[in-house]
């Protein structure tokens, strides 16, 4: 069984950037759909950033589409979000979650992951 762990999470002053990380254990993302969700108190989880099992295919939230970047190094078992020009409203706990069997239509559907981690803390301050 997958494990996930995120880490990078913290406190960071709008218009800063931050790079959130996602180990995997237990097996491995190569050939896996992986992808980042956000959740903020009072509200449901939404999409963030996806990447598809082949690696070609780089999805992205309209909230954060031209500031965020997904990437992932395989050889690392680890899957990475860059956020640039961070926003107050930015402020959430950052989830990856991962699965096999994603395909690239239901790369924002957080029902096609298998797996998820605990999640970090991103705190955009004002």
């Known amino acids: 069984q997958v494990q996930l762990l995120e880490s990078g999470g913290g406190l960071v002053q709008t218009g800063g950037s931050v790079r959130i990380s996602c180990v995997a254990s237990?097996?491995?993302?190569?050939?896996?759909?992986v992808g980042w969700f956000r959740q903020s108190p009072g509200k449901e989880r939404e999409f963030v950033s996806a990447?598809?099992?082949?690696?070609?295919?780089?999805v992205y939230g309209d909230s954060v589409k031209d500031r965020f970047t997904i990437s992932r190094d395989n050889g690392k078992n680890t899957v990475y979000l860059q956020m640039n020009s961070l926003k107050p409203e930015d402020t959430a706990v950052y989830y990856c979650?991962?699965?096999?069997?994603?395909?690239?239509?239901?790369?924002?559907?957080?029902?096609?992951?298998?797996?998820w981690g605990r999640g970090t803390q991103v705190t955009v301050s004002s």
């Open positions: 990447n598809s099992r082949d690696g070609a295919g780089k």
């Open positions: 237990g097996g491995t993302l190569r050939g896996s759909a």
């Open positions: 979650a991962t699965g096999r069997r994603v395909i690239t239509s239901s790369l924002s559907n957080p029902s096609a992951y298998d797996y």
